[in-house]
Nanobody, 121 residues
Framework: QVQLVESGGGLVQPGGSLRLSCAAS????????MGWYRQAPGKQRELVAT???????VYADSVKGRFTISRDNAKNTVYLQMNSLKPEDTAVYYC???????????????WGQGTQVTVSS
């Protein structure tokens, strides 16, 4: 059983910063990619950023230069540093982890419970 626990969401003014964290726990062999999606009201869930186990990153165009994703493999934790926040960044943010339960198994994607980020004055 794998659990992802998110923290760090909240209310911030435009131009402000927030840092999201997502820690994976449970029994597994390893974690490959980790990342963040977000879903605003009335919109589809969209990829925000992803980071491989080796540290390679991919960002949505809308957050490039403002958000930074990182991970600590020893802690099975992924972070999202969000700077210069805009009202359009308001959404529920979901972390994910591509987990391999055992050395010979397939990978499975697990999701966090979601954390609300609201950017408003």
């Amino acid at each position: 059983q794998v659990q992802l626990v998110e923290s760090g969401g909240g209310l911030v003014q435009p131009g402000g910063s927030l840092r999201l964290s997502c820690a994976a726990s449970g029994s597994f062999f390893t974690i490959f990619a980790m990342g963040w999606y977000r879903q605003a009201p009335g919109k589809q869930r969209e990829l925000v950023a992803t980071v491989t186990r080796g540290g390679s990153t991919v960002y949505a165009d809308s957050v490039k230069g403002r958000f930074t994703i990182s991970r600590d493999n020893a802690k099975n934790t992924v972070y999202l540093q969000m700077n210069s926040l805009k009202p359009e960044d308001t959404a529920v943010y979901y972390c994910y982890a591509d987990v391999r339960p055992s050395m010979t198994s397939d990978n499975y994607r697990h999701w966090g419970q979601g954390t609300q980020v609201t950017v408003s004055s």
